[in-house]
């Protein structure tokens, strides 16, 4: 049985926990303002909220609730755009109108759905992450700007928001219904999930954005471990000089992480460039690892810090570098029943310079292309430590190995890069498909390195070196 | 005055297809579609999808009763395929089953042999194989054959651009059920209804009075749910009279992307000849369509490609032609502007070419060749209302594009790592159905006893603001407030026998006949008035809800008069019939007058491209659009905005692919890419003309659907001149999309870097 709020109401399910959500809030609750547009994570026509109490507090996050299991829903609350309709339209309904952000109407509810979100939320009340919270939702008619327009006077009105309290804020200003009140007393008699320990064979679910993308159809009557809420693999900590994230960490845990924005001041653009909001609320990083696409960004994110993963089979635990989890394409050393516990690599000191880069057909919401991460460690001008990903040039995500090794010990200077630069081609194979060429591949990867380069140090190196 | 659907769309109570409450024991249908794009079927084997728990029925050509045929145009294209496969993705059969999910597994279960065929998929190849729909038609002006010898410059080229995907974010779907006597009633996602129950009719071997099909709106079109939603409505009717059940198919996406027709690739090759003052005086352009497997639109969208072959340029001698080549894709089908940017983007290509070859901006030979007042276009029609020098001349001073120039120049002398480039689009794009006959349309109007007015028309709302359009011109005819004002579905038993939502012109032709319809209606109301206040019918006019006399207003309000008409037995009914005057065009002679009227306009657009990474923003587009006199400011800013946007789409990011076995690889949203929010222009900024508009146009506020689409062109152009600017190698090529690949190629060709990345992908 799976219990959560849905709007107003309580719901106590015996539906197949591996259903997907939309299907549940359309066909079974016949709440039809969320459209479907694309049953992938990738038009947000179906984005839905989720909240979740948190320290007595309730926080919202979008989701898409196409590829969101049903089963990940447990204790949470779900609200749906007839969850936020009132006699009057709210303030973000109003914006729409007045601006016209809405065409044919497909996307609108969607939209709506998440601009109310950037209401209620903590988040710093500025246009650019007010329209950070829209970046899953796909238009075809509008062309965005009217959306935009509808955006700036929703940040205009939001500007008294009260951070610390952000859902009352938004009851008290009609942003949403008033018996948003009554949900956190509410969720709080709903028991959670018993920590059911399944067995070997039933499949894992994260965030289930990949999966549910990949075998939509098998997993709605699967026997599903789901572990998107276990307490063990949440949580970003630091510890003995070791930044040790949890496997069920999502990318959003990262990109909010007060620890990780420490070490990593360029976070925000990062991973911006991973996914949408919604997907990012979903998709964990263990999820990320072990869907061994060879173009994770995740994935090419942390082998650049030459990260490790700990993996566990209940009663056993191990530790590797993430780089040799990969053993060919998709396949992995990880027997079916372990799970990634955490990720864990060397907090990056001053010497230490990060850069990650991502090349795709569309700069966001689109998977790379090819994709690279480097950390490089500098005494004087000597490197005395870098390490190179890259994603989108072979079977498995890569450490460019050779590349690195000749790196090791070099002065950092234009001429040992560039010679660096030719060596990674012998490290890769990329093959030509709907992403690109293998020779476009090639050439993008070689570029992105030296953008490496150019971010890090940008009075050493210049595009110049290039013509 | 905003959208009337904006309050309902806000709060996701509008109805799309698949929102319908189904009606009990409603059956779901799924296709079982070719994995394979040109074969021969050697056996057919539906025993173990059929015994699947749930599975109802598999229907298969065989059951048809009428014909199975679906072509609008040409009788060339099968509901139901019956040897021969011809496309990757053509319907084989129909899988009814009690839920989608359980026709899905039954669709894994289905057993088809095939011996494949060659496949085509390149339209040169069709032509050289003489694979053609129909044959090739010309249009030509002047003579450019002996004109050559007296251009100062000739160049000569190629020019691709590849198709685009619609994307409307409802897919395609239908629900169907039977009703009396042998009918059927189709609740369609469709820009055609009559589309849907002509060949639903054909198909089921009724008569159309059989069928009736009813609309609401839909969730996007641009032409994707012209002709092609006809199949699934007519696969449900069809499902639904062999069950007598209802029957629901709303498409998945995947399959909606693999099974339907897009904008039609082309490519072609131009010659373009001008004097030494830049005047082109002589354009030659050969057109190679790529249809797909059956004529769908082909030869309609072909027409338009070559009506709009020059752009808003006078070119006074002009043989452009244009082949229909038949390969073995889906057959490719109407899409926002209709072969008309396929035409533009040669024209456009072929002035780039020539500007780089002879060191000037485009631009200097553009704004040298606009159309003006008294010109011949290359089918005969004289040129009137001109917008284009007005427009341009607007844009390029209210812009200063000298200023915008400066600009740019001074940036890319001080930056190597970004460039900038511009360019300017010019855009002249004929409005009405170029087929003459499609140009009418009806309107039905009833006036409610209790004063309020029901209006339906042949148009089908989808976005474009239709509905919003049509209350406007009915209040203002009767001068009531627009609330009192609801436009009904659009549905076959209230307007009969329509020409589809497209062309642009929907709100100028239902707008037309509402019109009438409703002047009819206002004369009698008039009548009445006049008889109740006693005086001639020449006094009498309605001003704010209130029967005036002399302007005066008197005590007889709108509820009281229509009460009083009511009473005296007064028809409140009417229904309007409007069609476009002056109009022809002969198709022997590819001459005549095809067009209502022109749109106009000139966008500027401003790129910065990454030359390190190879990928690119859209800064600005700042246009001067000719809209006529606008009715409504909001919707028409907002076809501009969208239809710029997916202008710009189709030349940057949209990339279908297709393999060489006729495969869709670019197959769902997470391969084929349309603008999201941070990939359209950081700035867009829209100065309408002022002029007094068109008398054919609806209120003198001109179609705006299409036209704005065209602007997105010059983004190809503006990336072009900044990877130009960046790399003094790079050989132009006219290849749309400009993908980042293929920016991030053209910057370092010729250069050693890509050298080096060629032999090392040779070598593995
Ligand atoms: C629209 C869209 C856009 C996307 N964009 C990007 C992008 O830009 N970049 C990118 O890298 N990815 C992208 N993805 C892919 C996906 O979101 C990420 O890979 C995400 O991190 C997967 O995490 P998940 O928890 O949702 O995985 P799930 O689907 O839950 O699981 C994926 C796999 O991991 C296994 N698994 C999950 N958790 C564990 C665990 N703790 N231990 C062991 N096995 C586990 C599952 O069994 C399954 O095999 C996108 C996906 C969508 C739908
Ligand atoms: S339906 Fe497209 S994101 Fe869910
Ligand atoms: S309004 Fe049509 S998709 Fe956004």
């Known amino acids: ?295 994770g960004d995740l994935t090419a994110f942390f082998i650049g810090l030459n990260a490790s993963i700990t993996l566990s089979d209940g009663a056993n635990k191990r530790t590797i570098l993430l780089k040799d989890f990969y053993k060919g394409y998709k396949i992995l050393d990880k027997k079916p029943y372990e799970i990634i516990e955490s990720v864990h690599f060397k907090i990056p000191d001053a010497n230490t310079h990060f850069n990650f880069e991502k090349i795709s057909k569309r700069r966001y919401l689109d998977i790379a292309t090819v994709n690279s991460a480097m950390s490089l460690r500098l005494k004087d001008d000597i490197i005395t430590e870098i390490y190179i990903s890259a994603g989108g040039v072979g079977p498995t995500p890569l450490l460019l190995e050779n590349t690195c090794n000749f790196l090791q010990g070099k002065i950092l200077n234009i001429q040992n890069i560039q010679e660096a630069l030719d060596f990674i081609q012998s490290e890769i194979s990329p093959i030509s498909d709907a992403r690109g060429t293998a020779e476009y591949k090639r050439l993008a990867l070689r570029q992105i390195v030296f953008a490496h380069f150019t971010e890090c140090f940008p009075q050493t190196f210049k595009i110049e070196a290039l013509i | 005055m905003k959208n009337v659907d904006a309050k309902n769309h806000v709060s996701g109570k509008s109805i799309y297809l698949d929102d319908i409450p189904v009606r009990q024991g409603t059956l779901h249908a799924l296709l079982y579609d070719a994995p394979v794009a040109h074969a021969i079927i050697t056996h057919i084997d539906y025993s173990e999808a059929e015994a699947l728990e749930g599975v109802v029925r598999i229907i298969t050509h065989q059951d048809i009763p009428g014909e199975n045929q679906i072509g609008g145009i040409f009788p060339d294209e099968p509901l139901l395929a019956e040897n021969d496969i011809h496309f990757w993705g053509m319907p084989i059969a129909l899988i009814i089953a009690e839920s989608e999910y359980i026709a899905r597994q039954a669709r894994a279960l289905v057993k088809i042999e095939y011996k494949e065929l060659p496949v085509i998929t390149d339209p040169r190849e069709a032509r050289k194989q003489d694979s053609l729909i129909f044959p090739p038609r010309t249009f030509k002006i002047g003579n450019p054959e002996n004109t050559w010898e007296n251009c100062e410059y000739v160049f000569e080229g190629e020019a691709d651009s590849n198709g685009q995907e619609h994307l409307y974010i409802e897919t395609q779907g239908a629900y169907a059920y039977p009703t009396e006597h042998g009918s059927i009633r189709i609740s369609s996602s469709t820009q055609g209804p009559t589309a849907v129950q002509k060949t639903a009719a054909r198909v089921l071997g009724v008569d159309m009075n059989r069928i009736e099909v009813d609309v609401t709106r839909l969730g996007g079109g641009f032409g994707g749910k012209e002709d092609q939603a006809t199949a699934w409505g007519v696969l449900c009717a069809l499902a639904a009279q062999i069950l007598q059940k209802p029957i629901k198919y709303s498409v998945h996406r995947m399959d909606d992307m693999r099974i339907t027709g897009k904008r039609h690739p082309y490519r072609s090759d131009y010659k373009i000849g001008l004097d030494k003052n830049l005047k082109i005086i002589a354009y030659e352009a050969t057109f190679h369509q790529n249809a797909g497997a059956a004529a769908d639109l082909s030869p309609a969208v072909m027409e338009r490609t070559l009506f709009h072959a020059t752009n808003a340029y006078f070119v006074p001698n002009v043989q452009v032609t244009a082949y229909s080549c038949k390969t073995h894709l889906p057959p490719n089908t109407a899409f926002r502007g209709f072969g008309g940017p396929q035409g533009m983007f040669v024209i456009e290509s072929a002035i780039a070419h020539a500007a780089n070859e002879l060191g000037i901006p485009a631009r200097d030979i553009q704004a040298a060749n606009l159309l003006k007042d008294g010109d011949e276009f290359p089918y005969g029609q004289i040129v009137d209302y001109c917008n284009a020098g007005s427009t341009w001349t607007d844009a390029i001073s209210t812009y200063n594009i000298k200023t915008i120039q400066k600009e740019v120049d001074n940036f890319n002398i001080n930056n190597n790592h970004l460039k900038k480039g511009i360019a300017v689009m010019p855009v002249c794009f004929g409005i009405s159905f170029t087929n003459t006959p499609m140009n009418h349309a009806r309107a039905l109007v009833h006036v409610y006893q209790d004063g309020s007015v029901g209006v339906s028309t042949g148009g089908v709302e989808m976005g474009q603001g239709l509905n919003t359009k049509m209350v406007q011109v009915a209040a203002h005819i009767f001068n009531i407030h627009t609330n009192r004002i609801k436009l009904e579905t659009t549905n076959t038993t209230r307007v009969a026998n329509t020409s589809p939502s497209a062309a642009s012109a929907t709100a100028d032709l239902n707008g037309k006949a509402l019109e009438i319809a409703c002047e009819k209606i206002l004369e009698r109301l008039i009548y009445v008035a006049a008889k109740q206040m006693n005086c001639a019918e020449e006094a009498i006019s309605i001003r704010e809800e209130k029967v005036c006399v002399n302007g005066q207003p008197t005590e007889l309000a709108w509820e009281k008069l229509i009460q009083t008409a009511f009473l005296s037995r007064v028809s409140l009914s009417e229904k309007g019939h409007y069609a476009t005057p002056n109009i022809h065009f002969d198709k022997q002679k590819e001459k005549g007058h095809p067009f209502a009227y022109h749109v106009y306009g000139t966008a500027i657009t401003t790129v910065t491209v990454d030359c390190l990474r190879g990928l690119y923003e859209v800064d600005s587009v700042k246009l001067v659009h000719d809209f006529g006199k606008s009715m409504n400011t909001a919707i028409d800013d907002g076809q501009v905005e969208g239809g710029l946007v997916q202008g710009i789409g189709w030349m940057t990011m949209e990339e279908i692919i297709y393999n060489k076995k006729g495969r869709l690889l670019s197959n769902a949203l997470s391969t084929y890419k349309i603008p999201d929010i941070y990939s359209v222009p950081g700035e867009i900024t829209i100065k309408p003309l002022a002029t007094e508009g068109h008398p054919l146009a609806i209120r003198k506020s001109k179609a705006v659907g299409e036209p704005p689409l065209m602007y997105g062109i010059g983004t190809y152009f503006a990336i072009q001149n900044a990877v130009k600017a960046f790399n003094p190698n790079y050989i132009l090529k006219f290849d749309a999309p400009f993908t980042p690949e293929k920016v991030l190629m053209g910057l370092y060709e010729g250069r050693e870097v890509l050298a080096k990345v060629k032999a090392e992908e040779e070598k593995a």
């Open chain 1, 1 to 295: 049985m799976i219990k959560f709020i849905l709007n107003n109401k309580l719901i106590s399910t015996n539906e197949s926990p591996g259903m997907t959500t939309l299907d549940f809030i359309r066909y079974n609750k016949h709440l039809v303002g969320t459209k479907i547009g694309c049953r992938e994570g990738d038009c947000g026509a179906c984005t839905v909220l989720v909240g979740q109490l948190r320290d007595e507090k309730m926080i919202y996050n979008t989701m898409t609730s196409c590829i969101a299991p049903l089963g990940n829903m447990q204790g949470k609350h779900i609200v749906t755009i007839e969850g936020l309709n009132m006699e009057k339209m709210t303030p973000v309904q109003a914006a729409m109108v007045e601006e016209s952000g809405t065409q044919c109407g497909f996307c609108t509810p969607g939209f709506v759905v998440s601009l109310s979100g950037f209401a209620m939320s903590s988040e710093e009340v500025t246009f650019k992450n007010a329209i950070s919270a829209i970046d899953g939702n796909i238009c075809r008619c509008t062309g965005y700007k009217s959306i935009e327009r509808a955006a700036q006077i929703i940040v205009d009105q939001l500007q008294a928001k009260d951070l610390k309290d952000p859902v009352n804020w938004a009851i008290e200003n009609n942003f949403i219904p008033i018996y948003f009140n009554t949900i956190p007393e509410r969720l709080k008699e709903i028991i959670p999930l018993p920590a059911i320990s399944k067995n070997g064979t039933s499949t894992k679910v994260g965030g289930g954005t990949d999966l549910y993308v990949q075998r939509h159809d098998d997993m709605h009557h699967a026997d599903i471990d789901f572990l998107f809420d276990k307490t063990n693999l949440n949580g970003i900590h630091i510890k003995d000089n070791e930044v040790i994230i949890q496997g069920g960490a999502t990318a959003s845990d990262l990109l909010y992480s007060k620890e990780l924005n420490a070490h990593f001041p360029n976070l925000w653009q990062h991973l911006k460039l991973v996914s949408s909001t919604p997907i990012r609320n979903m998709g964990t990083i263990a999820g990320n690892f072990v869907n061994a696409s060879p173009i």
